[in-house]
């Protein structure tokens, strides 16, 4: 494989930019974001984030003339990994306060968006690193149980991991990324591939178990968090929660058990989660009449109050662009799964 210049991505984002800009009024969007920066070229992809009106129903015709276009661009799937996040512009002026995404690793490329706070608080952090966590531990287990060992998956979702420290380590945390063993061979690997190595050793599923032992780390800190700041938490449903379609959470009431996976029924069933899971979808998505929680702390109750009003904001805006509540924000809020669509037009 060739090697890729950070250049290389300059000249990718200099086309793109030019295309969307000559796509027809009602197509072409008033703001356009990169998240982010590339620090590994061949191996770091072009983040993009699209803001449109709210009112705006063409994305999916959107997304068809973008993924059409990019198929002209050599190493396309370099470049591109996933297409454009989109978000109505109402949405993004919140993104820089409920993700991880701050003001300054938002690079506005065209239009412009005054964003209403340059970071997330302490309780917005904790929260979307919970949600990113669960997606990056079902990720992960999935491909475990994968016949297919692609590296590129790995070295994606291990990167990921440094943003969960760098977070938890602004509320109270101490951890070293030093210490993660498993996300440093990612990051070695990464490197060698910068470098125009292919030649890196691996074993596939020592460095998928590794990293989920690690995220399952993440894990354990932030549900002891919340032990600090809710005091009970009573729900009428059973002790599991169905993440996806065929991903189900089990074992919700024990407490920080070694992680377990099994198939069963062609379901993945996942040990590991504890009663935390359960509270916050519930608060996010159920009726009050099906559970209770009391808090210790109100600002975490006023705090994900916020958040649903952010999730059903873009939420409202996939149905009429997607016909279904995920969207392309990229966020997960603790389910993924046809009832994620049901619980959404109820919020």
């Given at each position: 494989?060739?090697?890729?210049?950070?250049?290389?991505?300059?000249?990718?984002?200099?086309?793109?930019?030019?295309?969307?800009?000559?796509?027809?009024?009602?197509?072409?969007?008033?703001?356009?974001?990169?998240?982010?920066?590339?620090?590994?070229?061949?191996?770091?992809?072009?983040?993009?984030?699209?803001?449109?009106?709210?009112?705006?129903?063409?994305?999916?015709?959107?997304?068809?003339?973008?993924?059409?276009?990019?198929?002209?661009?050599?190493?396309?799937?370099?470049?591109?990994?996933?297409?454009?996040?989109?978000?109505?512009?109402?949405?993004?002026?919140?993104?820089?306060?409920?993700?991880?995404?701050p003001k300054e690793e938002l690079k506005i490329i065209k239009g412009t968006i005054n964003f209403q706070e340059s970071d997330c608080n302490e309780y917005q952090n904790i929260l979307n690193s919970f949600e990113e966590i669960h997606n990056r531990i079902v990720m992960l287990a999935t491909l475990l149980l994968k016949k297919?060992?692609?590296?590129?998956?790995?070295?994606?979702?291990?990167?990921?991991?440094?943003?969960?420290?760098?977070?938890?380590?602004?509320?109270?945390?101490?951890?070293?990324?030093?210490?993660?063993?498993?996300?440093?061979?990612?990051?070695?690997?990464?490197?060698?591939?910068?470098?125009?190595?292919?030649?890196?050793?691996?074993?596939?599923?020592?460095?998928?178990?590794?990293?989920?032992?690690?995220?399952?780390?993440?894990?354990?800190?932030?549900?002891?968090?919340?032990?600090?700041?809710?005091?009970?938490?009573?729900?009428?449903?059973?002790?599991?929660?169905?993440?996806?379609?065929?991903?189900?959470?089990?074992?919700?009431?024990?407490?920080?058990?070694?992680?377990?996976?099994?198939?069963?029924?062609?379901?993945?069933?996942?040990?590991?989660?504890?009663?935390?899971?359960?509270?916050?979808?519930?608060?996010?998505?159920?009726?009050?009449?099906?559970?209770?929680?009391?808090?210790?702390?109100?600002?975490?109750?006023?705090?994900?109050?916020?958040?649903?009003?952010?999730?059903?904001?873009?939420?409202?805006?996939?149905?009429?662009?997607?016909?279904?509540?995920?969207?392309?924000?990229?966020?997960?809020?603790?389910?993924?799964?046809?009832?994620?669509?049901?619980?959404?037009?109820?919020?």
């Amino acid at each position: 494989m060739m090697k890729i210049s950070i250049n290389d991505y300059e000249v990718v984002l200099d086309y793109v930019i030019n295309f969307i800009n000559k796509l027809p009024n009602d197509l072409s969007p008033p703001l356009v974001i990169q998240n982010g920066h590339i620090k590994n070229p061949g191996i770091s992809d072009i983040d993009l984030v699209i803001g449109f009106n709210d009112d705006f129903i063409s994305s999916s015709k959107f997304l068809y003339l973008f993924k059409k276009e990019i198929k002209k661009i050599k190493n396309n799937n370099i470049f591109f990994h996933h297409l454009p996040k989109i978000y109505p512009l109402s949405s993004l002026k919140l993104l820089p306060s409920m993700t991880y995404n701050p003001k300054e690793e938002l690079k506005i490329i065209k239009g412009t968006i005054n964003f209403q706070e340059s970071d997330c608080n302490e309780y917005q952090n904790i929260l979307n690193s919970f949600e990113e966590i669960h997606n990056r531990i079902v990720m992960l287990a999935t491909l475990l149980l994968k016949k297919e060992k692609n590296i590129n998956p790995l070295l994606l979702i291990g990167h990921s991991l440094i943003h969960t420290i760098d977070c938890i380590n602004k509320i109270g945390g101490n951890f070293n990324s030093k210490n993660f063993i498993h996300f440093l061979k990612v990051e070695e690997i990464r490197n060698e591939i910068t470098l125009g190595n292919n030649s890196y050793n691996y074993d596939h599923q020592s460095l998928c178990k590794g990293l989920l032992d690690e995220f399952f780390l993440m894990l354990r800190w932030i549900n002891k968090y919340f032990e600090k700041k809710i005091n009970i938490h009573f729900s009428k449903s059973k002790n599991i929660h169905q993440y996806d379609n065929e991903i189900i959470l089990t074992n919700l009431n024990l407490k920080s058990i070694n992680p377990k996976f099994s198939l069963n029924d062609n379901k993945l069933l996942i040990d590991g989660f504890s009663w935390q899971s359960k509270c916050i979808f519930e608060n996010y998505f159920k009726k009050d009449l099906n559970y209770k929680t009391l808090f210790l702390d109100s600002k975490l109750k006023k705090e994900i109050i916020r958040r649903v009003n952010f999730i059903k904001s873009f939420c409202n805006f996939n149905f009429k662009n997607f016909g279904h509540a995920v969207g392309r924000t990229g966020l997960h809020p603790l389910i993924k799964n046809h009832e994620y669509n049901q619980l959404a037009r109820e919020l």
